[in-house]
């Protein structure tokens, strides 16, 4: 069933999202699946992890290295990312995640940048 997006006024139906967990976002809160997407992210705490970088509104996720080749994010491109807290974290398995909606932009301020 179509529903109006209650966050962007976008529409969008939950029975096009089968077996995941934005669908259940969806339902309960009545919105699309790219807000329930960025609902996920917030209700994890996804932004509190240390592995968790948002540079110039786009957020990012340092994974795991030790794995090659096209299993590595951006195909295991060097990155220095230096956060906000003073850390600085040398990855080859960096994952995009999305440039942040402007509806969640509170839920994710900038916390780093990425060293030249």
């Known amino acids: 069933m179509k529903t109006l997006c209650t966050k962007c006024r976008k529409v969008d139906d939950p029975d096009n999202y089968r077996d995941c967990a934005e669908r259940t976002i969806m339902e309960r809160e009545a919105v699309c699946f790219n807000c329930a997407f960025w609902m996920s992210l917030t209700e994890s705490a996804y932004t509190a992890l240390p592995t968790t970088a948002v540079v ?59 060293c030249k």
Not at 97 to 111: D, L, Q, Y
């Open 56 to 114: 110039d509104g786009s957020v990012y996720h340092i994974a795991e290295e030790g794995v090659t080749g096209m299993s590595q994010g951006f195909c295991g491109r060097k990155f220095v990312i230096e956060f906000d807290d003073g850390r600085v974290v040398t990855t080859t398995n960096l994952w995009y995640r999305g440039k942040v909606p402007e509806a969640f932009a509170a839920e994710f301020p900038n916390n780093a940048v990425f």
